[in-house]
């Protein structure tokens, strides 16, 4: 089945560091662009970072441009978001995603993990 599973959230001072891991499994992770998205509360997805398959191209939202940086390792089948300069308006639940064929994966053509829960706070 395709998964994908979050993890590294916690909580951590303005000005900290934090690292999230996705781990994925189900399909060829190496064949796809993986997402970072984050929802604070009452607010709506904001699509915070980009990755292509080999890793070579990765895009960023504004808002935290010059302080995250992603990653993948594709033989471990892993994306990563590393975060610093942390501030509070960072706070939210990150989810990551990757978009498969409909055609060869009919269930799960946008797929999302169960999201894990940063919280930027003194």
């Known amino acids: 089945q395709v998964q994908l599973v979050e993890s590294g959230g916690g909580l951590v001072q303005p000005g900290g560091s934090l690292t999230l891991s996705c781990a994925a499994s189900?399909?060829?992770?190496?064949?796809?662009?993986m997402n970072w998205y984050r929802q604070a509360p009452g607010k709506e997805r904001e699509l915070v970072a980009v990755?292509?398959?080999?890793?070579?191209?990765?895009n960023y939202a504004d808002s935290v441009k010059g302080r995250f940086t992603i990653s993948r390792d594709n033989g471990k089948n892993t994306v990563y978001l590393q975060m610093n300069s942390l501030k509070p308006e960072d706070t939210a639940v990150y989810y990551c995603?990757?978009?498969?064929?409909?055609?060869?994966?009919?269930?799960?053509?946008?797929?999302w993990g169960q999201g894990t829960q940063v919280t930027v706070s003194s």
């Open positions: 995603n990757t978009r498969l064929p409909r055609s060869a994966y009919p269930k799960s053509y946008d797929t």
């Open positions: 189900g399909f060829t992770f190496s064949s796809y662009t």
């Open positions: 990755i292509t398959s080999t890793g070579k191209i990765t």
